[in-house]
Structure formats: structure tokens, C-alpha cells
């Protein structure tokens, strides 16, 4: 299914643990820097509501005066946890693109706000980097350094796996319930 | 730049955007594995569809390329700092191009240098020897995702039942895989070190990603252990990227080293699929890559 922005409530609240998405339209990067300076307070000037936020700190080069993206693949988004679902809230976003799941303050964030946690693949820095057609502009690249600044893309059919979903589902939960068990019986 | 300065520039590009053959060859076997039209199966066509891409295009497998971890073997009597100072030149170089991303940043002040250097970035290994007559330089690019999931025990560890012995290694480690679960981008190779102090353990676990993933353990003990974690592993449904599935680990490569009699630590270091290393065997000079090791 193509999720494109701004995206309404009423499509992330389709969504389902295990779907699989294709992300078109405008999507933001923000990850460590981003979050810790929002929830100190700090404002960006980019409007991301109905939007998109990417956990990613791309290789950008500058090639006759465009920026070019010449890797982008998803940063651990874990470490955001304790910011998140205000940074949902604050920002109205309605998915957040990372890898490796997040936890229970986010779950609830995306039940609440109608959003939810969509995952691409790790490492996979040059699919995911030929999915992004254009680099519309950057902010707080002299603040933060280059993989931490806000990109923001134009993205076409970008590919995802809801793990978290607007219900209270989590993929993540769930196979670490499962794998822990199934770890107690092989010990 | 000199021949040493265009050597080590090709050795960071190839590193950065071709997987070694041997890692190729298991991730081969991990997608034949894996149940079709499912969301495991999914990651795994991205991952190779992404290797073909990096290595065609030569850009960056993963955009987190990682900390640049130099290990050098090299004849008595080299000159160890200006290595150093070729490597920085070329690291910088490569950083220019888009081969590395701006991976250096001031941990008090946040500041990103820019070009990849700074204090401790990037790192060197040197080990000479009298009988080296070439230069042995490998490269291991690892990405923060994954070594943000290593972990260090120090056994006896009650919270996961593990002693002093082998059971309480294999306690520890397969711990380490449950903890991780798809947060280091799995399926992911372990490098391992028992003993050591808290500083050398982790060094040794990760001078084990040095080894291909079918080199065998010459220990017969550490051999069986090293097979049996990856079974287990296997089965426990963690899976490509978390995501459930049956390849969680593609390796696991495990070295003891002596310890204090009051410690007893099990180091692991996580590796990435998108697993960066390559190597180079230089002409002493370093002027003319000889052969590629991996």
C-alpha cells in the first residue's frame, strides 16, 4: 500500500503490524540531536504536520552547489524513546521511520496521536537512498553537523514494515516474548 | 598523495561498498532459508538487492560507515606514524568523495569535525614482526547500530545464571543475541572474547571479525561452542531485522584469552549484515597492493 503526505488519520489508523507500506511525498530526517534539542524547548522551522519524521543521518555530498544523497539508510531509533511521543505530539506527525522498534512510551504516543512506526530496513543505505529523488533543503546543519541536520526529501514508493501501529500492536514485543521463551527452553 | 595515500583511499572505498566474499556466501544461504512472501524474506531481498547496488555504484553500503578501525601488520622497524598520518590524509579524502559519512563528533561540545578525524578517530592496531616482509592492512568499518548492542559480562552473572565455565559463556553470549534482538541490524555475526580485561576483551572480540565466517576454531572446544550458538540462535525466531524469522546470526567467531583469577569477562562485539572489512597485503613501501585478503 503507498502512504502518501501529508497522511490523514483515518489511513494510519488502517495500519497493521506487518503491513508493508510505500512512503511518497516529503519526509524529514531528525535523529538524536533533533530530538534531545525539541524536547529542551527548541523549534524547528519546517512544518512536518501530517508529515513524516526519517531517524537517519545520510552521507550527503554538495555536487555544483545541489546536495546529493549519496547513502541514507535507518539509524537505531531506540535511543529516541525517551523523546518520541512528544515529538509526535509536538509536531503532528503521523509516522515515524526508524529501525529496530521502540518501546512502550512510543506505543502509547502512536495510539493516542494516530501514528505509527513503520521500519525499513537496516543498512540498506542504497535502495533506500534511490528512493529519495530529490534534497529539498536542510536546517540545523550548522548546529548539529551533517548526519544529524533535518533533510528534508522528496521520496518516491520509499519501502517500510509497519511494526508499530496505532492499536497497540508491536512486532517488536512480540518476538522478543517469543524469542525469549523459546530461549528458557534451549538454555 | 603517494602510493601509500591512493592504496589506503581504493582500501576505504572497496570496504565501504563491497561485502566480502565469504559474508556474501552465507547471506546467499540465509535467503534460500528464509519462508517466502514473508516480511524476513522482505529484508533479506533488500539487503542483497542493496549489495549489488553499493558495490555497482561505489557508494556507501551503509550510510553509517562506521568507526574506521585500522589492524596493521608490518616489518620490524616501520615507520607506525607515518602510516598514521597517510591513513588520515586518506581518510579525510575519503570522506570528501562520500565513501565515509562525517562520523566524528566532540563529545562535549557536539561539534562534527567534518573529515573524520580527531582524537581517537580513527583507530590503529600495530602489530610487526621480523619476518614480515610486506605490509598486511585490513579495515573494519563498524557501524554505531551495532556496536551499540555489544555487550560485556563479568561472570558469575546471577541475573542470567551463568558461571565461571563454557555453560556460563554460552549463557552470556546467547544473552547477548536475546538483548540485541533485531537493534543491530541482524542477521549479524558475533565476535567474542573470554577473558582479558574490560579494555583487551572487547579489542580481542573484535579482532574475531577478522576471521572469514568459515574459517574453523582451532580449538575444539571453542569450535563446538561457536557452531552451537549459531544453531541456537537460529532458532530462537528473532530473524532478519527483528522482524521473526529464521536467520538471526550468519556467524560467531570466539577467542580465549588469559584473565585475572578475580576476572572473568565475556566480551561481544556485534556485527552488522552489512559486515565492512577488507584487506590489502601492501609491498613494504606500501606503494603496490599486492593482493586483496578477503
Same mark, same amino acid.
Given at each position: 500500500m503507498e502512504l502518501k503526505t501529508p497522511i490523514s488519520e483515518g489511513i494510519i489508523r488502517s495500519l497493521h503490524v506487518g503491513d508493508l507500506v510505500e512512503v511518497t511525498g516529503v519526509v524529514h530526517t531528525g535523529r538524536d540531536a533533533v530530538h534531545k534539542f525539541l524536547h529542551d524547548g527548541g523549534k524547528l522551522p519546517a512544518d512536518m504536520r501530517g508529515g513524516v519524521l526519517y531517524h537517519c543521518g545520510p552521507v550527503m555530498v554538495k555536487e555544483d552547489s545541489q546536495w546529493v544523497c549519496k547513502a541514507a539508510g535507518p539509524t537505531t531509533s531506540a535511543r529516541e524513546e525517551p523523546y518520541q511521543a512528544e515529538v509526535i505530539q509536538k509536531l503532528g506527525l503521523? /509516522?515515524?521511520?526508524?529501525?529496530?522498534?521502540?518501546?512502550?512510551?512510543?506505543? /502509547?504516543?502512536?495510539? @493516542? =496521536?494516530?501514528?505509527?512506526? #513503520?521500519?525499513?530496513?537496516?543498512? /540498506?543505505?542504497?535502495? #533506500?537512498? *534511490?528512493?529519495?529523488?530529490?534534497?529539498?533543503?536542510?536546517?540545523? #546543519? *550548522? *548546529?548539529?553537523?551533517?548526519?544529524?541536520?533535518?533533510? @528534508?526529501?522528496?521520496? @518516491?514508493? =520509499?519501502?517500510?514494515?509497519?511494526?508499530?501501529?496505532?492499536?497497540?500492536g508491536s512486532l517488536h514485543k512480540e518476538v522478543l516474548a517469543k524469542s525469549k521463551e523459546a530461549l528458557a527452553k534451549l538454555l | 598523495m603517494t602510493g601509500l595515500n591512493d592504496n589506503l583511499l581504493e582500501l576505504i572505498r572497496r570496504t565501504s561498498a563491497e561485502i566480502p566474499d565469504d559474508v556474501q556466501r552465507v547471506l546467499v544461504e540465509a535467503l534460500k532459508a528464509e519462508e517466502k512472501r514473508t516480511n524476513a524474506e522482505f529484508a533479506l531481498k533488500t539487503i542483497h538487492a542493496n549489495i549489488e547496488m553499493a558495490a555497482r555504484k561505489s557508494q556507501p553500503i551503509c550510510q553509517d560507515t562506521g568507526s574506521i578501525l585500522f589492524f596493521v601488520h608490518a616489518p620490524v622497524g616501520y615507520d607506525q606514524l607515518a602510516f598514521e598520518e597517510a591513513a588520515r590524509t586518506a581518510v579525510a579524502e575519503a570522506t570528501k568523495k562520500g565513501f565515509l559519512r562525517q562520523n566524528s563528533v566532540d563529545s562535549l561540545t557536539g561539534k562534527n569535525s567534518g573529515n573524520n578525524l580527531g582524537p581517537g578517530t580513527p583507530t590503529f592496531h600495530f602489530t610487526q614482526s621480523c619476518s614480515a616482509t610486506e605490509m598486511d592492512v585490513r579495515l573494519m568499518l563498524k557501524g554505531g547500530g551495532c556496536e551499540n548492542v555489544g555487550a560485556q559480562y563479568s561472570l558469575p552473572d546471577q541475573r542470567i545464571g551463568a558461571d565461571r565455565d563454557l555453560k556460563g559463556c554460552r549463557r552470556a553470549i546467547l544473552d547477548a543475541v536475546l538483548q540485541a534482538q533485531g537493534k543491530g541490524c541482524g542477521p549479524g555475526v558475533l565476535g567474542v572474547c573470554i577473558g582479558g580485561d574490560r579494555a583487551t576483551s572487547y579489542a580481542f572480540s573484535k579482532e574475531q571479525l577478522l576471521r572469514t565466517l568459515d574459517d574453523r576454531n582451532s580449538n575444539p572446544e571453542l569450535d563446538a561452542l561457536e557452531q552451537e550458538i549459531v544453531a541456537t540462535s537460529n532458532k530462537l525466531g528473532i530473524g532478519p531485522m527483528g522482524f521473526g524469522g529464521k536467520t538471526t546470526l550468519l556467524g560467531c567467531k570466539i577467542c580465549a584469552v588469559n584473565r585475572l583469577p578475580a576476572s572473568y569477562f565475556v566480551s561481544v562485539s556485534y556485527m552488522c549484515w552489512a559486515f565492512r572489512r577488507q584487506g590489502v597485503v601492501l609491498s613494504a613501501d606500501g606503494g603496490k597492493i599486492e593482493k586483496w585478503l578477503y
Open positions: 503521523r /509516522a515515524v521511520i526508524g529501525k529496530g522498534g521502540m518501546g512502550e512510551k512510543t506505543l /502509547a504516543g502512536c495510539r @493516542e =496521536f494516530g501514528c505509527v512506526y #513503520l521500519h525499513a530496513v537496516g543498512g /540498506a543505505a542504497q535502495v #533506500l537512498a *534511490e528512493c529519495i529523488k530529490k534534497v529539498r533543503g536542510v536546517s540545523m #546543519l *550548522e *548546529e548539529f553537523g551533517s548526519p544529524e541536520a533535518v533533510w @528534508e526529501l522528496e521520496v @518516491e514508493k =520509499f519501502p517500510c514494515v509497519v511494526t508499530m501501529d496505532s492499536h497497540g | -
